[in-house]
């Protein structure tokens, strides 16, 4: 993980339970590296940052070539690939995306009124 500059940093005083602090100091010094990078790495796996609007317009690209690839295709098992495909990557952008980027995506013209999400 990059550290960004000490202008683009805050400072945050919490309070935490004596025992997770001693586990977490315990696992600093096992892993060689300091407690506030541990709990930064945690907190940045629980919360990670929003996709960037470059990966919303693949994915949204790629989910309208799979739409129209499954309008294209009869009824059969390559159709059910294809919808299984489709689902995953709805559920991989809906597990990622946050509400406002999601609402804009069930807006975008590739999808409206489609009944796709």
């Not at 990059?2 to 004596?18: H, I, L, T």
């Not at 506030?36 to 919360?47: G, V």
């Not at 597990?95 to 009944?115: E, I, M, R, W, Y």
């Amino acid at each position: 993980m990059a550290k960004p500059p000490v202008s683009e940093q805050v400072q945050v005083n919490f309070r935490m339970p004596v025992d997770l602090r001693d586990r977490i100091k315990a696992a600093s010094e096992a892993e060689g590296v300091s407690m506030n990078h541990l709990i930064i790495t945690a907190l940045e796996e629980k919360y990670p940052p929003p996709l960037i609007s470059s990966q919303i317009s693949r994915l949204i690209k790629h989910q309208g070539e799979l739409f129209d690839r499954i309008m294209a295709e009869p009824d059969g098992p390559k159709r059910d690939a294809l919808v299984a495909e489709f689902l995953s990557l709805r559920s991989k952008f809906e597990a990622l995306a946050d509400v406002d980027t999601l609402n804009s995506v069930l807006n975008h013209p590739l999808f409206k009124g489609k009944g796709i999400l």
